[in-house]
């Protein structure tokens, strides 16, 4: 099993920059692909970005894609979405998950691939 913390939402006017965390816990952090999730007020859960075990590939909706970065760091049971160029719609809850996989190359885009989720944390852009 892992656990997930998530930190470093908060508030930022448009154009601005954040930088999320997600901290893992347990042993076995480099046999999971992550992602990073959210969800507005109303809105579904989507997917915002994707990363395999060893960090070799990524995943980026297409809402995000050139403004937000995805990285891992296995020796640190770390995973980071780098957050630029903000606008009001990203605002939401983030979420990171991980995915259980024997793949170390293998992205997951779908939320229903995710075994484990953690609280999430808010994000709030201001026009």
């Known amino acids: 099993q892992v656990q997930l913390e998530e930190s470093g939402g908060g508030l930022v006017q448009a154009g601005g920059s954040l930088r999320l965390s997600c901290a893992a816990s347990?042993?076995?952090?480099?046999?999971?692909?992550m992602g990073w999730f959210r969800q507005a007020p109303g809105k579904e859960r989507e997917t915002v970005s994707a990363?395999?075990?060893?960090?070799?590939?990524?995943y980026y909706a297409d809402s995000v894609k050139g403004r937000f970065t995805i990285s891992r760091d296995n020796a640190k049971n770390m995973v980071y979405l780098q957050m630029n160029s903000l606008k009001p719609e990203d605002t939401a809850v983030y979420y990171c998950?991980?995915?259980?996989?024997?793949?170390?190359?293998?992205?997951?885009?779908?939320?229903?691939?995710?075994?484990?989720w953690g609280q999430g944390t808010q994000v709030t852009v201001s026009s």
């Open positions: 347990g042993r076995t952090f480099g046999r999971y692909a």
């Open positions: 998950a991980a995915a259980s996989t024997v793949s170390t190359n293998t992205y997951y885009s779908n939320r229903l691939s995710y075994n484990y």
């Open positions: 990363i395999s075990r060893g960090g070799g590939r990524t």
